[in-house]
């Protein structure tokens, strides 16, 4: 599928593109490196372009992309240098649009410039020259009154930012902490909507209930498309913030197919579907969690990420299990627990602005299916074993006691 081919509107729905995509966020520096000079690369993505199409990735979204902020004179236009050209990312996306994979760049602005109209009128060159150049999307970081209370500001620079993408078939994300709010109907101008609140969330059923229903509430009220993910490059890995080793690796891979059962656009984030846990930090004085690089292959660091001898992030030496060659061919792994999911959700059509509806449920626990489809999710997030619901189990996040769903489990059921 060639980049002309693909536009504004699903042509098999009549739907924006990216209403019901699953976006996979690549962190380029730790993703894959192509050069071995220990650092990833863009290169070394369009390498791992055929894992992704494999395991069901329909967007890509990629950070770290730009050598400097826009909206300066004069600035991101630029390809870091670390990590590729503009001929490299060119080549990336080419080759991502044939395999019917769309790209979002992470675009990072200074918040406290931005303001000024001179670095408004900056920002609109450099989101044209990005998309003539085939960028898809752009998630825009640090805007102010995007990530907390919306102000006027943030209307002028997301209705300039709507002008200078209408006429074309890219489309804005914006990373919502408390939402789209009733009555600022400006921010409907965002197409799609990276909501944190879901990735901040315990493992608690009713606040993770109360939470997807504001969420859906705010989004239905305009318009837009909520990006459900249970992290960010801000925020521990799902596996670490639900408390480590098998006790957080069985709450995550639970709240996984949560995730992937609510209407929407779905956000992962690389390693997260391998159920990697945190690194060590290298730099104890960072405020942002560790990633390490991602683990391919192998039974010794860096687990096929360069074949430097060292890296720019140490790579845990215990990750040898979760790589993707160890996982790849695993029915029962975290990587195929995932692969599974994506391909239910597509078969069940877990549609956007459709009505998710309620079950009664025990204790610690919920149950929820999305109107027109025949898929029912449930989640067992109290402390004791609870009885299955009717229905046929298709997935489970681990092993059923029988006809009774365990702690720290979800299941779907048709």
């Known amino acids: 599928m060639g980049l002309s081919e693909l536009s504004r509107e699903d042509s098999t ?12 966020r690549v962190d380029v520096r730790a993703f894959s490196d192509s050069d071995a000079d220990g650092v990833g690369d863009l290169e070394g993505v369009r390498d791992r372009l055929g894992y992704l ?37 060119e080549t990336l996306l080419t080759e991502a649009h044939a395999a019917g994979m769309r790209v979002a760049l992470d675009l990072a602005v200074d918040g406290t410039e931005i303001v000024h109209s001179e670095n408004q009128r900056e920002l609109a060159e450099s989101l044209r020259f990005w998309s003539d150049h085939g960028v898809d ?20 620079i ?23 709010r009733t009555g600022l109907g400006d921010l409907m101008e965002l197409d799609v909507g990276v909501d944190l609140r879901f990735s901040l969330s315990r493992f608690d ?21 909520p990006v459900w993910t249970l992290s960010t490059w801000e925020n521990p890995r799902p596996t670490t913030r639900f408390g480590g080793g098998a006790h957080g690796l069985a709450r995550a891979r639970a709240m996984a197919l949560v995730q992937f059962a609510l209407p929407g656009a779905v956000g992962v984030d690389n390693g997260t579907e391998l159920g990697l846990p945190e690194a060590e930090k290298p730099d104890r004085t960072s405020s942002h969690p560790a990633r390490g690089p991602m683990p391919w292959e192998g039974t010794q660091p860096p687990f096929g990420f360069s074949a430097a001898p060292g890296n720019w992030w140490p790579t845990p030496p215990n990750w040898a299990a979760s790589t993707v060659e160890a996982q790849l061919e695993d029915p029962l792994s975290t990587l195929s627990l995932h692969r599974n999911a994506m391909e239910l959700r597509r078969r069940h059509e877990i549609a956007h602005r459709t009505t998710v509806r309620w079950y009664g449920a025990p204790p610690g626990c919920l149950a929820f299916r999305c109107d027109r489809t025949d898929l029912t999710c449930a989640l067992n997030a109290s402390g004791t074993s609870v009885p299955k619901p009717p229905g046929t189990v298709v997935l489970c996040s681990g092993s059923l006691e029988g006809e009774r769903i365990p702690p720290n489990t979800a299941v779907w059921l048709t």
């Open 13 to 24: 729905t009549g739907r924006g593109w990216w209403e019901n995509r699953i976006f996979y």
């Open 158 to 180: 997301v209705r300039m930012i709507r002008s200078v993408l209408d006429g074309g078939d890219s489309v804005m994300l914006g990373g919502l902490v408390d939402g789209w």
């Open 205 to 225: 059923a009713t606040e993770i209930r109360r939470i997807v229903e504001t969420v859906l509430a705010d989004s239905d009220s305009n318009a837009g498309t």
């Open 53 to 89: 199409e494999l395991i069901g990735i329909d967007a890509i979204w990629l950070t770290g992309v730009l050598a400097s902020p826009v909206g300066r004179p004069g600035q991101g236009r630029d390809v870091e240098p670390l990590i590729g050209t503009l001929d490299s990312l």
């Open 137 to 156: 999307g752009f998630r825009i970081a640090a805007l102010p009154g995007i990530t907390g209370p919306i102000d006027e500001s943030a209307h002028r």
